[in-house]
T-cell receptor
Framework: GEEVAQTPKHLVRGEGQKAKLYCAPI?????VFWYQQVLKNEFKFLIS????????ETGMPKERFSAKCLPNSPCSLEIQATKLEDSAVYFC?????????????FGQGTRLTVV | GENVEQHPSTLSVQEGDSAVIKCTYS??????FPWYKQELGKRPQLIID?????GEKKDQRIAVTLNKTAKHFSLHITETQPEDSAVYFC?????????????FGTGTRLLVSP
């Protein structure tokens, strides 16, 4: 597709429940990024993929967060045992990743509310 | 890792005035310098970018200037309009992040009053 597609748009989970977010990158883009944006507006980098391989996972809270990008499937970000502080908007972005074209395109985001 | 700071954190101007937002970064190997605009409840969208071999780039009312020696780049908006009101983020990309990760600045909230 021509747009990064994120689903669902909104997700409400009780504390301790699992949350799973999906991202379909733009067709042909090699890199996928996940960011967490909390109310203060700051973007926290979580993880990036080069195709189906983890490229950089330095931002991932490894105890409860996991992510995958499998061939022919949307990428996913899963949070086990959600906590109140996981409430945020999660943005996915993709880019071609070449030296000449590095623009990152963002999806509309998934607003996760943990109650 | 990359350290990115933006100033000011908030900026209020009257319609028609100019606005300037500055972004400083720490990775001297950074080679790509974009600015994103995020309206309330929306996704960040690229509004202008510049590469390290260029000092300035303009697109109608917006421009970006780069000072690689001092490691900062700035967003300039002239003849501001109420629809320019948004949060603006810089997101330089450098060697420390494998040239593939956007490290966002802390954001600047611009408010343009009619």
């Amino acid at each position: 597709g021509e747009e990064v597609a994120q689903t669902p748009k909104h997700l409400v989970r009780g504390e301790g429940q699992k949350a799973k977010l999906y991202c379909a990158p733009i067709k042909g883009h090699s890199y996928v990024f996940w960011y967490q944006q909390v109310l203060k507006n700051e973007f926290k980098f979580l993880i990036s993929f080069q195709n189906e391989n983890v490229f950089d996972e330095t931002g991932m809270p490894k105890e409860r967060f996991s992510a995958k990008c499998l061939p022919n499937s949307p990428c996913s970000l899963e949070i086990q045992a959600t906590k109140l502080e996981d409430s945020a908007v999660y943005f996915c972005a993709s880019s071609l990743g070449t030296a000449q074209n590095t623009e990152a395109f963002f999806g509309q985001g998934t607003r996760l509310t943990v109650v | 890792g990359e350290n990115v700071e933006q100033h000011p954190s908030t900026l209020s101007v009257q319609e028609g005035d100019s606005a300037v937002i500055k972004c400083t970064y720490s990775d001297s190997a950074s080679n790509y310098f974009p600015w994103y605009k995020q309206e309330l409840g929306k996704r960040p969208q690229l509004i202008i970018d510049i590469r390290s071999n260029v000092g300035e780039k303009k697109d109608q009312r917006i421009a970006v200037t780069l000072n690689k020696t001092a490691k900062h780049f700035s967003l300039h908006i002239t003849e501001t309009q109420p629809e320019d009101s948004a949060v603006y983020f810089c997101a330089p990309r450098g060697r420390n992040t494998g040239f593939q990760k956007l490290v966002f600045g802390t954001g600047t909230r611009l408010l343009v009053s009619p």
